[in-house]
């Protein structure tokens, strides 16, 4: 595996950090007075648009996308150090439209929408000119097994009718959602991995009801929120079904893939960032007559989280490499294993550098805490690291496993 990067890539990369570090750092402070000056904290901020006009203006724009004409043409191992630097700033990724949960419903659109859900939805997605929201999980059951989810999308005639409740439907709140996808059963007594679909669904249909947003250790995300969302008997036409009917399961697989490692690749230059301030605190602090810096388990925090993070980026490039290569199918183990690390070692790097700010860390006055609960979440999102550790002993332990003996009755 030869992870040098192209001429195109190290330009790419020089391009967004100069554009990070001249129109998104300085017009942090601008979004969050105008969210906190708006009627309703679910309101979209003038200065998003306007940075996310330039970005596409100066062709940053829908970096993600591999396999598809309709995104800049990087594969995985292009998109990862890009997707990293995006990862330092909490605005970046909407600012280049690489924001999640839209990138996802991007690609799964892209794979499995037909024309008229390309048309309809797609195309103002890639636009930056709307957002969109999907709803899987569910607070009635554990989510973590997709197969227990009990939202019915019941076939009645040339429609589907929704009944069910959703949660953690993250974007939801937000002003500019106009499309949700939604999974659900469509065959409640039919197999277990072919009984669910995916349909899209307008935001603005009736019976759609958000009943709470739902803050993330007190943060709300504000103004793209986290939603309880209650569907009752909410109507869409059945060509809104994704794929076909019974390939909900298998299009989780596959939109998941890609989301998992794009949260790992910016789970890294958050972990990055944290370093920064980790190793900035060590000279501006000297308790009992020394620096920070010379005090020998500050020094051992900064030396284990440089490993730590090499560590993680050289198994994110692996994945990334193999879905490059070999699928997101065959890879699947390698993306297991990159959601469990890259939380893991994101919190690490974060507490250690909370720990030298002292009570400052704990506080608004810088982004560490807000980072932590970030990388907290998605030690769940996407699957807990319980679910992908016993993927990966299961892979694991498959060559090993006893071949059946046949047993002949005398």
């Known amino acids: 595996m030869n992870f040098e990067y192209s001429d195109k890539v190290k330009r790419l990369q020089r391009d967004v950090s100069a554009f990070i570090d001249q129109h998104v750092v300085p017009n942090q402070k601008v979004f969050y007075e105008q969210l906190n000056a708006a009627p309703t904290r679910w309101s979209a901020p003038p200065i998003m648009e306007e940075m996310k006009e330039k970005a596409k203006s100066e062709g940053l724009w829908n970096l993600f996308l591999p396999e598809s004409e309709l995104g800049a043409g990087l594969t995985n191992v292009e998109y990862a150090p890009l997707c990293e630097i995006m990862g330092r700033t909490p605005?970046?990724?909407?600012?280049?439209?690489?924001?999640?949960?839209?990138?996802?419903?991007?690609?799964t659109i892209v794979r499995y929408g037909t024309d008229e859900h390309k048309e309809r939805w797609l195309k103002p997605?890639?636009?930056g000119e709307i957002r969109s929201a999907f709803a899987m999980t569910e607070p009635a059951v554990a989510s973590s097994d997709a197969t227990n989810i009990e939202t019915h999308i019941?076939?009645?005639?040339?429609?589907?009718?929704?009944?069910?409740?959703?949660?953690?439907?993250?974007?939801?709140?937000?002003?500019?959602?106009?499309i949700l996808i939604v999974m659900g059963k469509t065959d409640p007594n039919g197999p277990t991995h072919t009984s669910q679909s995916m349909v899209l669904v307008p935001r603005d249909t009736p019976g759609i009801t958000v009943h709470r947003h739902l803050p993330v250790f007190g943060y709300d995300d504000a103004p793209h929120g986290h939603g309880e969302v209650e569907f009752n008997d909410v109507r869409v036409p059945v060509s809104n079904v994704l794929w076909e009917e019974g390939k909900g399961f298998a299009i989780a697989q596959g939109r998941?893939?890609?989301g998992r490692i794009h949260h790992?690749?910016?789970?890294?230059?958050?972990?990055?960032?944290?370093?920064e301030y980790m190793c900035e605190r060590t000279y501006e602090r000297a308790p009992f007559g020394k620096t920070l810096a010379e005090q020998g388990v500050v020094g051992e925090w900064i030396a284990d989280s440089r490993i730590e993070i090499e560590?993680?980026?050289?198994?994110?490039?692996?994945?990334?490499?193999?879905?490059?290569?070999?699928?997101?199918?065959?890879g699947k183990k390698e993306i297991a294993m990159i959601k469990v690390v890259a939380p893991n070692m994101a919190l690490k790097v974060i507490d250690r550098?909370?720990?030298?700010?002292?009570?400052?860390?704990?506080?608004?006055?810088?982004?560490?805490?807000k980072a932590w609960a970030n990388a907290r979440t998605l030690r769940l999102a996407d699957g807990p690291d319980e679910?992908?550790?016993?993927?990966?002993?299961?892979?694991?332990?498959?060559?090993?496993?006893?071949?059946?003996?046949?047993?002949?009755?005398?």
């Open 264 to 275: 790992c690749m910016r789970l890294i230059g958050l972990a990055e960032r944290s370093l």
């Open 154 to 178: 019941i076939r009645e005639g040339d429609e589907y009718v929704i009944n069910g409740r959703k949660w953690w439907t993250s974007g939801v709140m937000d002003p500019r959602c106009e």
């Open 387 to 410: 679910v992908h550790r016993r993927a990966i002993a299961r892979q694991e332990l498959r060559p090993y496993r006893p071949k059946e003996v046949e047993v002949t009755k005398a």
């Open 311 to 330: 560590q993680a980026r050289l198994l994110t490039l692996k994945a990334a490499h193999m879905m490059d290569t070999v699928g997101n199918k065959e």
């Open 91 to 107: 605005l970046a990724p909407e600012v280049f439209n690489c924001a999640a949960p839209d990138t996802g419903n991007m690609e």
């Open 125 to 127: 997605l890639l636009n």
């Open 353 to 369: 550098a909370i720990q030298t700010y002292g009570g400052a860390g704990v506080s608004d006055d810088f982004p560490l805490a």
């Open 256 to 258: 998941l893939g890609p």
